[in-house]
């Protein structure tokens, strides 16, 4: 059972135009892209690379280098210098990065990069807060419940701690591998607690940029109609399709068997962003997508979560320069 909206109709240049304005006042023309050198890791790059292309802007590719030296294993006597490890990887980084540059000149996106020393993700975490980065791109596998209690991953350490949407593509996807990447022709918002509203304004200007329709989807047991009116009325002012899709069963289950059923399209949620224990008790709709996604998925933060974030995010980057 579906609802959808009546459109008056402005000009796809209105609609993109103030799609961009949208996007640029939430930073999405400010992407951070975390490579750490490997095949895999870049297999975000064609998505992130979309958003330059959108909003006429450029993306951000960012390493961050081991936070110990080698050289501190020195012999007793034995003259060595510290830095000297730190030095070569800082080269070989930066050569890395330049090359990954190079590759993204001749087709038109605009790049910068940037190298930090420390733990990933705090310095990930860091660097989108103090340069307002309004998205983190990454490429990685999400851990199931038992291994990341025991062996947490980039994305779990990246899930507890910050503020900005994370949009996560798995690199081990045959459907990722096998096909060219494409921009989004649909943009699926699973919709089942109010924090799952903090993903419309970003579905928003996504949607207007790319030229996208956007497909709500609801449990049939808190379908509320008038909510639902305000939320159509929402994206049909923006001169955006939208249509709202009540499912039985399996919440998850069935937003899967969507986004596989629709070619071409992102699943974007928001989230409270549970982490530790209580995510793997509780577990989340965002975290089982996560997980089981064909596609690219955008996780944003509900409003609270990200302020809470964005403070300690501050308060950890003013300790970090404290001690250097």
């Not at 993109?16 to 400010?30: D, E, P, Q, S, Y």
């Not at 025991?150 to 996807?173: E, F, M, Q, R, Y």
Request: charged fraction near 20%.
């Amino acid at each position: 059972m579906s609802q959808h909206t009546d459109l008056t109709q402005p000009t796809h240049e209105d609609v993109r135009r103030h799609a961009i304005n949208r996007g640029n006042a939430l930073n999405l023309n400010r992407v951070l892209v975390p490579l750490n050198g490997s095949h895999h890791s870049e297999q975000i790059l064609p998505f992130a690379t979309m958003f330059a292309e959108w909003f006429s802007s450029e993306i951000t590719l960012f390493h961050s280098l081991p936070p110990t030296h080698p050289a501190r294993g020195a012999r007793p006597r034995q003259v060595h210098y510290p830095d000297a490890p730190h030095d070569r990887g800082a080269i070989l980084a930066s050569a890395y990065l330049e090359e990954v540059v190079s590759r993204l000149g001749p087709h038109g996106v605009r790049c910068r990069w940037g190298i930090a020393t420390g733990d990933a993700a705090t310095m990930i975490t860091s660097r989108a807060t103090t340069s307002s980065f309004g998205m983190i791109a990454i490429a990685t596998t999400a851990r199931s419940r038992a291994h990341r209690l025991i062996s947490p991953g980039l994305l779990d350490k990246l899930w507890k701690t910050t503020s900005a949407p994370l949009l996560i593509v798995n690199p081990h996807h045959k459907d990722l591998t096998s096909n060219a990447p494409k921009a989004p022709k649909t943009l699926i918002i699973p919709r089942d607690h109010r924090s799952s509203d903090s993903v419309l304004p970003i579905a928003s200007a996504i949607a207007g940029a790319s030229r996208s329709t956007i497909k709500i989807i609801e449990r049939n047991s808190i379908a509320n109609r008038a909510s639902e009116s305000e939320i159509l009325n929402y994206f049909s002012n923006e001169g955006i399709y939208a249509e709202i899709v009540r499912v039985g069963g399996n919440f998850t289950r069935q937003i899967h068997k969507i986004q596989v059923e629709t070619s071409g399209s992102w699943i974007l949620v928001g989230s409270k962003m549970r982490s530790g224990l209580r995510r793997s008790i509780l577990g989340s709709v965002a975290d089982r997508l996560a997980r089981d996604a064909v596609g690219p998925i955008v996780v944003v933060a509900d409003s609270e979560v990200m302020e809470q974030r964005t403070h300690a995010s501050h308060q950890t980057t003013r300790a970090l320069t404290n001690v250097h």
